[in-house]
């Protein structure tokens, strides 16, 4: 019981401290970002249920691999907030409110949004990729999926999770969020399963393109103390 007490702390205890520290100390303001893609998401739901809502949802926020690319990209941003219809608009809510507020508190707000378009638009890009190597090729898709409506904050979560544990440390958490997704895909292979890889895989390049540039602004600076 020590032994798994003691695994709990290093995994998650750093993460629980600054989480805990923050909302005790700020409450929600220290989650804005996260209280507006929440409240986002439920707007676009409700809109969505509305026969004069669809439309408008549709043409701002849907995005097909089909689609023109100018005008996949131009709606890639909203799509992240647009729940998917074949699933309950709860998942979508609770995932954000969890994944999108711990992001903002240890990773940032700035970062928390990089972070998420650059995975949301990653899944995008690939959906693209994909369907043009074709159902026979290298992580190719069949052309049936070109017509998928691609939205919703799960290739974003699945992102920003990985950069949170990366962030405080928490390998083995991280390799659970990364086996989670390999299983995902080879249980049902799917795109959105797929995206989630990519995302992830996107992630990581982000930490450690993150963690290159922290490691050269340090020894720049103590390059400049050693001179001074």
Excluded: K
Aim: charged residues 15%; aromatic residues 8%; hydrophobic residues 50%.
């Amino acid at each position: 019981m020590t032994t798994v007490a003691s695994f709990a702390r290093r995994e998650w205890g750093p993460l629980y401290t600054t989480v805990r520290t923050a909302l005790a100390t700020r409450g929600w303001r220290a989650v804005p970002l996260t209280l507006a893609s929440v409240c986002l998401i439920a707007l676009c739901q409700i809109l969505q249920d509305q026969s004069w809502g669809y439309r408008l949802v549709r043409d701002i926020g849907y995005v097909r691999a089909e689609d023109p690319l100018w005008l996949a990209l131009l709606r890639t941003p909203l799509s992240l907030f647009v729940p998917a219809l074949e699933l309950p608009v709860w998942g979508a809510l609770a995932q954000v409110l969890l994944v999108f507020g711990i992001a903002e508190i240890t990773l940032g707000r700035p970062w928390t949004l990089v972070v998420a378009y650059v995975c949301t638009l990653a899944g995008t890009l690939y959906a693209r990729l994909g369907i043009a190597v074709g159902p026979g090729g290298f992580l190719g898709l069949p052309d049936s999926d070109a017509r998928v409506v691609d939205t919703g904050p799960s290739a974003a979560v699945a992102g920003l999770a990985v950069c949170i544990c990366v962030s405080m440390r928490a390998w083995f958490t991280a390799g659970l969020v990364v086996v989670a997704a390999i299983g995902e895909v080879i249980i049902q292979d799917n795109l959105a399963g797929r995206e989630h890889i990519v995302a992830i895989a996107a992630a990581l390049v982000l930490c450690g393109a993150a963690e290159l540039w922290h490691r050269h602004r340090s020894d720049g600076g103590s390059e400049e103390e050693s001179g001074g």
